[in-house]
C-alpha cells in the first residue's frame, strides 16, 4: 500500500486583520481585491482536501527583515500608527530626490507614502504592519519547517513578491518569499525560487540580482502591457555575481495551457541544472482565465498539470508561498489541485 504523503500548511490569524477597501485604478474606485478572504477560501478549501494546517502563533526576529529590506522602510513601516484612517499613495518621489533626515521625518504621512511604496495599489489601512509581519511570520515557519522535512505551504497574505529592498508596491509590503530564502540560507547553501504569479516579482528579482546563492526564474504576462511594466523582460539575467542567476519567461495575454507548460517545462530544466537544496515557489492564482482582474487561459486543472510536471523534476526540497490570485470562487481549488499533486 502506498502511503499517502502529507504537506503541512501554515498560516498567521493576524494576517487576515488588514482589510482595507478602496482600490484607486486608472479606470476609478473599486473595491480592494487583496483581502483576507483570500487566505480563508483557500484554508477552507485545503482543510476539505485532507491537509494538515498549522496556526503559526510565533513573530519572526526582525533581524531577519533587515537582512530582506532596508532600515529606513521597516523604520517606516514601524511608524505607521495602528490604527489609521485608510490612505492611498498619491503623489511620488519619482526621481529619487534625496531629502536629509530632519526634512523627512517632518513629511506628512501622504507625502512619505510617495518615498516608500511605487504605485497606488499600497493603501495605508488600520494593521497593515501587523498583517505584514504575520505573513512574513509564515514565511519564516515554512523555512523552519523546511528544515526537517520535505515540503510545506505558507499561506501568506499579504503577498510579497513585489516588495523591493526599500520600497513596497503591487498590494505588497515585506517580501515573503524572500524571507524565507534567507532564513534558509543560514542552514544550506542554494535556493531557488519559481515564480508562478501572473506578474512578474520584481521585488524579489532585484533582492537577489547580485547573488549566485539564490536562482530566480519567473513566467509571467509580458512586461510591455502588464505590472510591473519595467521589470520582468528576457535580458534581465543577473548582475555581477549574480549575472546568469535571474531568468524571465514573459508570455503574451493570449497564452493557454499549452503555451504556459511549454515554458513550465523550460524554467524547469533551468532550475534542474543549478540542483537547489530547496526549490521555493511564488504561487499566483491570477494566471487562472477566471481570474477577473488579470489571468492568462489558465483553469483550475491547469494548477494540477502544473504540480504534476514539477513533482517529476524530484527536487529534493519543496515550498509553496501565496502571492496573488483574486477570484474568490476559483482559488481554493486551484490552490489545492496544485499541492493535490505533490501529495499523489
Ligand atoms: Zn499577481
Redesign the pocket.
Known sequence: MRLAITVKVFYHPDQLLYDPKNEMTSRGARHYPERPERVTRILESLKSGGLEIEKVQETLDSSLLLEVHSNEYIEFLTSLPPVVDEQVPSIFNLRGKSLDKPKLEKLSLMAKLGIYFFDIGTPISPHLYKSAVAAASTSHRLAVHLLENDQGVALCRP?G?HAMRDMGG?YCFLNNVAVCAVSLLKSVSKVAILDL???HGNGTQELFYQRSDVYYVSIHGDPTHN?PYYWGYEDEQGQGNGLGYTKNFPLAKSSGEQEYLKKLNEALLALDSYSPDVLLISL?L?TLGSDGL?GLNLTEESFNKMGVMIKQFGFKKLGVIL???YNLDAIGSAFLKFIQAFTE
Open positions: 503577498p513578491h503591487g504569479d501572473y506578474h505590472f499566483g491570477d488579470f502571492e496573488g490570485g
